[in-house]
């Protein structure tokens, strides 16, 4: 399982400089694939949402568009006038990778469907995803990236990485929300 995590996120895994934390994200997919009971093979039919129809796209892809599109944002950011915060790139990248890793606890595979596991009744992704990253020793700042992507950051303090995922989770997501209620103009 750890090699097929390295190959399938292996190009954003190369973008991460510090070699603990890249291991680190690496074995928290590993924990959470073990967990959650899922093989090789399965992970890449992990619909991303099971909030919306999502045409297709898989766990995977979503996780690397969201973290790519977090990356873009902030370099263009960076690139374009020098903003009154530093955004920690190898934090961006680890957060991106990790923010959606609870859902293989929240999601459960039963004849070839998906659905909401009894574990992400207890507790939805971003406080599963956080509990793991917690228990792999990974700083508190990945954590408030995780725990804090989605609704349950609403209002709460936040890193800069964590804002940057979230709008690049929600870039992913609405869309396909706004394909299914008829209002995204195609
Ligand atoms: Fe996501």
Not at 112 to 133: D, E, F, M, W
Not at 143 to 166: D, F, S
């Amino acid at each position: 399982m750890k090699a097929a995590m390295e190959k399938l996120f292996a190009v954003q895994l190369a973008k991460i400089e510090d070699n603990d934390l890249r291991e680190k994200v690496v074995s928290v997919w590993v924990t959470a694939a073990r967990d959650g009971g899922w093989t090789e093979e399965q992970l890449t039919e992990i619909p991303f949402t099971l909030l919306t129809e999502t045409h297709g796209v898989n766990l995977i892809q979503h996780t690397i568009a969201v973290t790519e599109g977090a990356i873009g944002l902030a370099n263009a950011i960076e690139d374009t006038y020098e903003p009154p915060f530093k955004v920690h790139m190898d934090w961006l990248v680890a957060g991106g990778l990790l923010h959606d890793v609870g859902k293989l606890l929240e999601i459960e595979h039963n004849d070839g469907n998906h659905q909401k596991s009894y574990s992400g009744k207890c507790a939805r992704h971003p406080i599963s995803g956080a509990i793991l990253a917690a228990k792999a020793g990974l700083p508190e700042e990945i954590i408030n990236m995780i725990g804090c992507h989605a609704k349950e950051g609403e209002g709460r303090p936040q890193r800069v990485e964590t804002v940057l995922i979230h709008q690049a989770d929600f870039a992913t997501f609405n869309p396909m929300v706004m394909l299914s209620k008829g209002l995204l103009i195609i």
